[in-house]
């Protein structure tokens, strides 16, 4: 919206022609996310304080998340609308990837919600029966992915392409990549919603995953940069990185009233939909793979809670404390505060591994 105004005025107002780099409007976007995340943040959480929206605490869980119960959740509406406002006010608009990752994110968004809302407001504990949100959750990725690979303008974006080797592209069938981006959507979107366990651990490692996700884009959309880098060459994609930077953004927002002691939980509508974004656009720039890696993090979560399941249905023993694995350490002692953190920095370095992919290859 503004960016399509700053267009129109740029050849009559020195100077405005500013608006028209796409670093520029991604600072600008950044900032208004973050900006309207802590101006609306407050009223929110009174707002959801007023209507008792608050978190249901596990009574088989770590003995000092008791304290946590009431405090206000569904949260994660903030990030999804500071988002939207700050993506429509300096994407371009008419660029089919920004509305299709919109799109999807919102999907799973909707579905987060209605899972809170039966939990928090309808009183139903279970929530959304487990088969039905993965069905919706299926339906919205299988129907994502179908529309990425039959609207793809060049090969490149349904290539599937290995990181540190240059030379190796294979392309993909329908089939083949309809089940991977299926596969990274969904499977991503259910990861970052079983990280969000504790005060701030997932919205900062998904902030610097979708970070850096936005650098690749940015990148990919760029002929010479993607030349030089030799990466695949996805046209428009650099236009992602304003819905990166205002995702960035509006986390970062969210992270100042949920960082510990947390004000505020994200709960599925945050969690889901953004997982959804992060799983989407490492398909969309063909880096599915070095996703995996700089959210290790996530997949770790995951795979500790089917390492646990496994183990227990299998010998009838368990491998961690409890799982995901925020609560093993937890139960092992470790403070809240120290799980976070440690998780973070381990988050910065699988995210700076996943750049430094962009030169050894």
Known sequence: MLYWITQHFANRIVGWHVFSYLTFRAILATASALGLSLIVGPSMISRLSRYQIGQVVRDDGPATHLPKAGTPTMGGALILVTTLVSTLLWAELSNRLVWTVLAVTFAFGFIGFYDDYLKLVVRNPKGLAARWKYLWQSLAGIATAATLYYTATEPAETTFFLPFFKTFHEPLTAFGFITFAYLMIVGMSNAVNLTDGLDGLAIMPAALVISALGIFAYASGNAVFAHYLQIPEIRGAGELLIFCASLAG????????????????????????????????????RQELVALLMGGVFVLETASVILQVASFKLTGRRIFRMAPIHHHFELKGWAEPKVIVRFWIISLLLVLAGLATLKLR
């Open 250 to 285: 509006a986390g970062l927002g969210f992270l100042w009233f949920n960082s510990y002691p947390a004000q505020v939980f994200m709960g599925d509508v945050g969690a889901l939909a953004i997982g959804a974004a992060i799983g989407v656009l490492a398909v969309i720039v």
